[in-house]
């Protein structure tokens, strides 16, 4: 088995896999995270793990780790079977990096953008010949929402709703208005650029907030809510 970590700013998502099949996932809390991998060792032989950070963590979990199986702790230095051409590859969010990965595996020699709509909305790129070039940053769903209340003195914090009507009739339905066609529109605005420079792109869309928008996008666009996950065991399975 395969342990797979990706720790954020405020949760940990782990999965195990047999080889490349998805045999569990959970997420936890920073501070239950060394009880939990404690237990997953007590129920599965797990020979290797990878652990993928952008917050701080204890010590103690890379020494439990450590202690079970080879340990890969994903960094700008570990072998990739992609080529990264990022020109400031120590400040690349490995979740970005992962995505990408995952993106090329699945769509092999051929041009793939990965979408991750999550705290932020990042695009990135891998191109046909196996090479990570980049993408984009902008704010994502409840980030948007929030910025308008906190940054304002009247507008309400709102949450997304179905179904928003393009026309808002009054300040709420305004704000979700501008907040989730913004988003659907930047979406559908951003790849369709890609493809004006890449004619048979292939987009992967992934992240929290995926589900509520892949609905409204063309049946061209594949979902791998797990991507992130697979992209870094990828990494793990590269590096055997």
């Known amino acids: 088995m395969n342990l797979v970590i990706d720790i954020g700013n405020t949760q940990a998502k782990i999965a195990l896999f047999k080889e490349r099949e998805l045999a569990e996932k959970a997420t936890c809390s920073l501070f239950e995270l060394h009880s939990f991998v404690e237990v997953l060792f007590a129920k599965y032989e797990i020979q290797k793990s990878i652990?993928?950070?952008?917050?701080?963590?204890?010590?103690?979990?890379?020494?439990?780790?450590?202690?079970?199986?080879?340990?890969?702790?994903?960094?700008?230095?570990?072998?990739?079977?992609?080529?990264?051409l990022y020109k400031s590859p120590k400040s690349l969010g490995r979740d970005r990096l992962a995505n990408a990965i995952g993106a090329a595996h699945f769509f092999k020699n051929e041009d793939v953008l990965s979408v991750d709509m999550g705290t932020c909305i990042k695009f990135d790129l891998v191109t046909k010949n196996g090479q990570y070039v980049g993408g984009s940053i902008s704010p994502?769903?409840?980030?948007?929402?929030?910025?308008?209340?906190?940054?304002?003195?009247?507008?309400?914090?709102?949450?997304?709703?179905?179904?928003?009507?393009?026309?808002?009739?009054?300040?709420?339905?305004?704000?979700?208005?501008?907040?989730?066609?913004?988003?659907?529109?930047?979406?559908?605005?951003?790849?369709?650029?890609?493809?004006?420079?890449?004619?048979?792109?292939?987009?992967?869309?992934?992240?929290?907030?995926?589900?509520y928008f892949a609905e409204a996008f063309k049946n061209s666009i594949f979902a791998r809510p797990n991507l992130t996950l697979e992209g870094l065991n990828e990494v793990l399975i590269f590096n055997e």
């Open 51 to 84: 652990l993928s950070a952008v917050a701080n963590y204890s010590p103690t979990i890379i020494r439990l780790l450590e202690s079970q199986g080879s340990v890969i702790i994903f960094d700008e230095f570990t072998a990739i079977p992609i080529k990264n």
């Open 140 to 211: 994502g769903l409840n980030m948007r929402f929030k910025s308008l209340n906190t940054f304002t003195d009247k507008l309400p914090l709102l949450n997304l709703t179905d179904n928003p009507n393009l026309v808002g009739t009054e300040t709420d339905t305004s704000i979700q208005s501008g907040v989730q066609w913004g988003i659907k529109k930047e979406i559908e605005g951003v790849i369709a650029e890609y493809g004006r420079q890449y004619s048979q792109l292939k987009v992967v869309l992934t992240g929290g907030d995926h589900i």
